[in-house]
């Protein structure tokens, strides 16, 4: 018959059933914190994507604004590329007269509204030209 040659040492041979719990364990929490890492970081392109989105559709309403001149005081909404969008202008300030013109400062308000709900607001100032009357 065989025998093993260390009786005593039968036990030792492999792992325990806790040693193989207790790898699987730590086996299981290094992948949760890879998983919990995959997870943030695709939110996280996924809100630059739909940033970068609201931001292109605001440069092309600005882009495509009407003139100094003709814009009206007031408020104009529409849709761009899914994107409801709205413009608030209003005069502030007296207007100064520049050689042969007036200039009054005009508030601009550009409001962007993606389809998922978030927004985005610009505002800026710019001169609006009036031919001064003689």
Known sequence: MCRPANPEG???AGFTLIEALAALAVMGAGLAAIGSLASSSLHAGLYAERHLAEIETA???IAGMPSREELPVGRLTGSLDAHDW???STLIGAPAAV???LWTPQRIEVLVQSPSGAM???DTIRLRRQA???
Do not use: N, S
């Open 10 to 12: 039968r036990g030792t």
């Open 59 to 61: 440069r092309k309403i």
């Open 86 to 88: 709205r413009i608030d």
């Open 99 to 101: 050689g042969d013109a």
């Open 120 to 122: 985005l607001k610009i």
């Open 132 to 134: 001064i009357k003689k």
